[in-house]
């Protein structure tokens, strides 16, 4: 073959001298993100350990005080325990009505399959307020008039958060060797003790994720919570909600950090769990 | 088919911690010239490889491509063309358009483009295939079309690494011939990276075999084979019989050694009374003869026990047990004379095939 | 299988197993939306839903479709279609680009992605009121922003006006989503092999090159998944709007108008008229889910087999 000439390099092309590097883009805009996302709790965190109402440059306490948590302590206290009171509820009945229906998508064959698997996803997608709407109804002037506020909204928050427990789940068992059940049947366990015995230990961690999901999904809820409450049920958003409304600012934001102390704290306890459990 | 290029490395150094994992490497490698960094997983081969190509920078040293350093060069601006292990084809485009990448960024015309393209698509034998997508084709296209894009932008440098592992074993054999010749036509300088030795010696002008960050030998297929420069060449090219033993006497061209199996002559590196050696023998090299038969006085020889005879038809492989528990391994072409299991046989090599390497 | 009848054993017990479900389901969630769908056709004026406490029967109601076309036709209505729709495709938008700076980067940075992960999931695990509250104090007029800008440095003449507008809403509704668009941009980047990247470097592409020739086009089916997921998840926010839209007088997104029609239930307003809203938000919610299933399915036949979205 004749030698040729190769084809010029491309030069070394720049869009304008004085624009940064394209590949600044990135870093910049998680560094703008990130600082979006923290600084706002920062300012809310300042207001409720300020001594007075005014903050250094918006943003920094002038003086440390714990006053307001001191004051609102009942407040926070009750709240918490209203948002557990229904929280708790909520995890246990979202495990035993959501553990068949993984098992029964994973492992079983039947008509209807498809459907289920979608019907799943549902609740996630409906908007919650048409739920909460629909929920308000039945339990206010419908069928279950009577029933209790607390149950009322422990439903609702469960039908919500059905997904957030099946979906690990299903991830799950689609890990676990089938055969295992199997081997247990053989060796003359019953079909609730095989599972019982053999699956659900290996499960365990993301049970554990699904239950902090729901658990996450219960206390955040506030469409739901509105519509179905009472006067004398004051869930943490609720009562957040509540001390901003009315005016006493640096009183919600206190309730607000105590409660986001309390949810990441609750998280993070059931993230290390998770990672723990992990015996095998 | 372009102005081929001479490559220069310059005592590159690189450390990923604590790990050193080149070590002051220095290679020239002439234009158009077909050369192999061969060696075992972690000696430094891809990173090397990747550095010349620009990704990932050297921590001391300089990379000098046709006397331009391109050592802080990004990869976008260093003509090199480089042909990755996964074949890298952009899925969202057509065989066409993955070949003519590199030519519509040099904004070069149309034209131009589709002749190059139908050229180059044409060497690798894929002119049929220009309009598929690159997971409609097998791995063997896949592997040609990604050649073809490098090839395409004609760049003073082709860097191939492990292109042919993924393919399987008769697939190997065929690609790499082409490859080869493919090379000879362009006569791009070229740098391919292997861990199979066989490979590289089949298709290189020029091997650079490679431990642990460092140059162990460089020589064409020949030297690496027939006259190792270390134990390391030795044992991981080809298959060796090693000897361990100490140097007894070292004069002129070569060197005495006492090893279990007693004394046995071999041709010099180097070795200094005392040292520690091993003494290396291709299998090959080795005749067998009946004991008791005379045989030349000038070389090697021993007596041993014939322990294991396998016949493979191109060869027939046989294992001698000589003094003290030493098996030398040999390999007797077919036609020669039989050894039965069990026979007594006098191994003879010639001295310059032994070699003693520092231990 | 032994077969009782024409039902099998392992449809009997899969049907029990999934039994509860099916009727929590059916009981709080399809029946209501029945009912409500039901009344959204209902001339009359009365309070209750039909099944659910209503006092006529069926048969009484009058069907009509003036809810529907009010909904269309008078101009409050068309301002809180428009404001959410609007809303909820900027939203999209701004997460959508947002998320492909931040998740293209944790992709490629592996070490420092679990670290940004865990600062963006915060939102995710407070409740949405903490961080709304929070971006309204940041933002009000004793809040940092204001402080340097109007304060300090004097650039405008006035605390910045935030609550009742567009913007605020927008803002919330980035603050509360940001966590769900990163974190699936980041792991579709992570699903383009680097080998790419540096293949088109090889071949001469500058990075801006790169990013427009390889990386887009590849991610793009996954980047108009996630955009119709935000839209979808905006749509029905809720929070944001309440607080930060400045109630019934500010801009009023589709969610609080329903809100706001049922705690005026006793005032003004009809309950048809409110079920005639809950239906025209479910259905495009539930239109904007069928379609961001459909592009996933397309764009990822490959690669998902039987996995349950």
């Given amino acids: 073959m004749v030698p040729e000439k190769a084809a010029p390099l491309p030069a070394p092309r720049r869009a304008g001298g004085f624009l940064p590097p394209f590949r600044w883009i990135f870093p910049a805009t998680t560094l703008g993100l990130i600082l979006f996302i923290i600084l706002p709790p920062i300012t809310l965190l300042s207001l409720s350990v300020n001594d007075r109402f005014d903050l250094v440059w918006g943003i920094f306490p002038a003086g440390i005080s714990f006053e307001l948590y001191r004051d609102s302590g009942p407040a926070i206290l009750r709240s918490v325990a209203d948002s557990m009171r229904i929280a708790v509820p909520t995890v246990l009945l979202s495990f035993l009505v959501g553990l068949p229906v993984a098992y029964a998508l994973v492992r079983l064959k039947f008509p209807g399959r498809g459907l289920l698997a979608e019907l799943v996803n549902l609740p996630l997608v409906f908007p919650p307020i048409v739920l909460a709407f629909g929920l308000m109804q039945l339990f206010k002037q419908g069928p279950f008039a009577g029933v209790s506020p607390w149950v009322a909204i422990v439903l609702g928050h469960t039908i919500v958060s059905l997904p957030f427990m099946i979906q690990p789940i299903i991830a799950a068992l689609q890990r676990v060797d089938i055969a295992v059940e199997d081997a247990a049947r053989s060796l ?44 004398e049920i004051s869930t943490m958003p609720i009562a957040i909600y509540q001390a901003f409304e009315s005016g006493s600012t640096r009183l919600g934001a206190a309730v607000a950090m105590a409660t986001n102390l309390f949810a990441v704290g609750v998280i993070v306890i059931l993230e290390v769990a998770v990672r723990r459990v992990r015996w095998w | 088919m372009v102005n081929a290029s001479d ?50 920078e050297p921590d001391s040293g300089r990379i000098m491509l046709a006397g331009r350093d391109i050592t802080h060069l990004p990869p976008n601006q260093r003509d090199c063309g480089f042909v990755f292990q996964s074949y890298a084809l952009f899925p969202h485009m057509t065989v066409r358009a993955n070949v003519a990448y590199g030519l519509k960024l040099r904004k070069l015309p149309a034209a131009e483009i589709e002749s190059r393209v139908a050229t180059v698509l044409g060497m690798v034998g894929l002119e049929a295939f220009a309009d598929r997508h690159p997971k409609q084709l097998s791995g063997g296209q896949q592997q040609r079309v990604a050649i073809a894009r490098a090839i395409a932008i004609r760049p003073s440098l082709l860097l191939m690494d492990e292109p042919l592992s993924n393919l399987d074993a008769k697939l190997r054999e065929r690609i790499r011939f082409e490859l080869r010749a493919l090379q000879k036509q362009l006569g791009i300088t070229t740098i391919f990276v292997t861990h199979d030795q066989e490979e590289a010696m089949a298709v290189s002008d020029r091997i650079i075999v490679m431990n642990k960050g460092n140059v162990e030998q460089i020589g064409t297929p020949a030297q690496i084979y027939g006259d190792p420069a270390s134990l390391f060449v030795a044992d991981f090219v080809g298959v060796n019989n090693l000897v361990p033993g100490t140097v007894r006497q070292a004069t002129g061209a070569t060197v005495m050694v006492e090893t279990a199996a007693g004394l046995m002559e071999a041709s010099h590196h180097d070795s200094r009374a005392g040292e520690n050696v091993q003494l290396a023998l291709r299998p090959e090299m080795i005749s067998l003869a009946p004991a008791g038969q005379a045989v030349a006085a000038t070389g090697g020889q021993l007596e041993g026990t014939v322990t294991m005879a396998a016949f493979l038809g191109a060869a027939t492989r046989y294992e001698v047990e000589v003094q003290n528990g030493v098996v030398l391994k040999v390999a007797a072409p077919a036609g020669s004379r039989p050894h039965a299991l069990g026979s007594r046989v006098l191994c003879h090599w010639p001295v310059e095939s032994a070699h003693a390497l520092r231990a | 299988m032994r077969k009782s009848g024409l039902i099998s054993r392992e449809t009997w017990l899969a049907w029990l197993l999934v039994a509860p479900f099916t009727l929590m389901l059916l009981g709080l969630l399809v029946a209501p939306f029945l009912s409500i769908f039901i009344k959204s056709f209902s001339g009359l004026a009365t309070f209750g839903l039909p099944f659910l406490g209503s006092p006529e029967a069926l048969g009484d109601m009058q069907p009509t479709a003036t809810h529907y076309i009010s909904i269309l036709t008078e101009p409050h209505n068309q301002a809180v279609i428009l404001n959410t729709l609007g809303i909820s495709a900027v939203v999209a938008t701004l997460l959508m680009l947002i998320g492909v700076g931040t998740g293209y980067y944790m992709a490629r940075h592996r070490s420092l992605a679990p670290t940004i992960s865990a600062i963006v999931t915060y939102p995710s695990l407070a409740p949405a009121v903490t961080i709304i509250f929070g971006i309204l104090w940041f933002m009000s007029p004793t809040g940092p922003v204001n402080h340097i800008l109007f304060q300090q440095l004097e650039w405008i003449d006035e605390p910045l006006e935030f609550t009742g507008t567009f913007t605020a809403i927008v803002v919330g509704d980035l603050a509360l989503f940001a966590t769900l668009a990163v974190r699936m941009m980041a792991s579709l980047f992570e699903m383009i092999d680097p080998a790419l990247e540096d293949a088109s470097a090889s071949l001469g592409a500058t990075e801006r090159e790169t990013f427009f020739n390889v990386l887009l086009p590849l991610a793009a089916p996954g980047l108009a998944a996630v955009w119709v997921f935000i839209f979808i998840r905006t749509m029905v926010a809720y929070v944001a709007a309440l607080v930060l839209g400045g109630g019934a007088k500010g801009v009023v997104v589709l969610p609080l108008e329903i809100f706001t029609r049922i705690q005026s239930l006793g005032i003004s307003g009809t309950m048809a008229q409110i079920c005639a809203f809950a239906v025209v938000l479910a259905a495009i919610t539930l239109a904007g889910r069928a379609l961001y299933l459909f592009i996933v399915r397309r764009a990822f036949r490959d690669r998902l087999q039987g996995e349950i979205l």
């Fill in chain 1, 188 to 231: 003359g366990a019953g079909p609730l003790r095989a599972f019982v015995t053999t699956v659900l230990p290996v499960i365990v961690p993301s049970v554990l994720t699904g239950v902090a999901l729901v658990f996450a999904r219960s206390i955040s809820d506030f469409e739901i919570t509105l519509l179905l409450t009472t006067p």
């Fill in chain 2, 7 to 56: 490559l220069s490395i310059q005592s590159v150094t690189k450390s990923f911690g604590s790990n050193v994992v080149l070590n002051g490497i220095s290679i020239d490698v002439e234009p158009g010239e077909f050369m192999t960094f061969l060696g075992p997983s972690g000696c430094g081969k891809t990173t090397l490889l990747r550095m010349i190509g620009g990704f990932g």
